[in-house]
């Protein structure tokens, strides 16, 4: 069974920093897509990052470029998100997602989610 847990979420100041975890269990074939996407209230959920183990590509979303990274620890089976230069826009509910293969940003085309965990960022 595939599982997907988030973590390391919390309250942070503007211009803080934060490094979100997706730690994934149950999935037998390594060629899958992690992506990170967030929820803000009254709004629809979006893509914000994702990391391919098929070809090592990634992809983010326009508003955090230059700010966040993805990163991933096939040992650990763990994708990681570090956010930095965090803004109160930045402020959602982030889940981790998993789909076969490749990155996409829409969330349409991921099957496995988690549980999101809340990051706020607020002075």
């Known amino acids: 069974q595939v599982q997907l847990v988030e973590s390391g979420g919390g309250l942070v100041q503007p211009g803080g920093s934060l490094r979100l975890s997706c730690a994934a269990s149950?999935?037998?074939?390594?060629?899958?897509?992690i992506g990170w996407f967030r929820q803000a209230p009254g709004k629809e959920r979006e893509g914000v990052s994702c990391f391919s183990n098929r070809d090592g590509s990634t992809y983010y979303a326009d508003s955090v470029k230059g700010r966040f990274t993805i990163a991933r620890d096939n040992a650990k089976n763990t994708v990681y998100l570090q956010m930095n230069s965090l803004k109160p826009d930045d402020t959602a509910v982030y889940y981790c997602?998993?789909?076969?293969?490749?990155?996409?940003?829409?969330?349409?085309?991921?099957?496995?989610w988690g549980q999101g965990t809340q990051v706020t960022v607020s002075s």
């Open positions: 997602a998993r789909r076969s293969m490749y990155c996409s940003r829409y969330t349409k085309d991921y099957i496995y």
């Open positions: 149950g999935f037998i074939s390594e060629n899958n897509a």
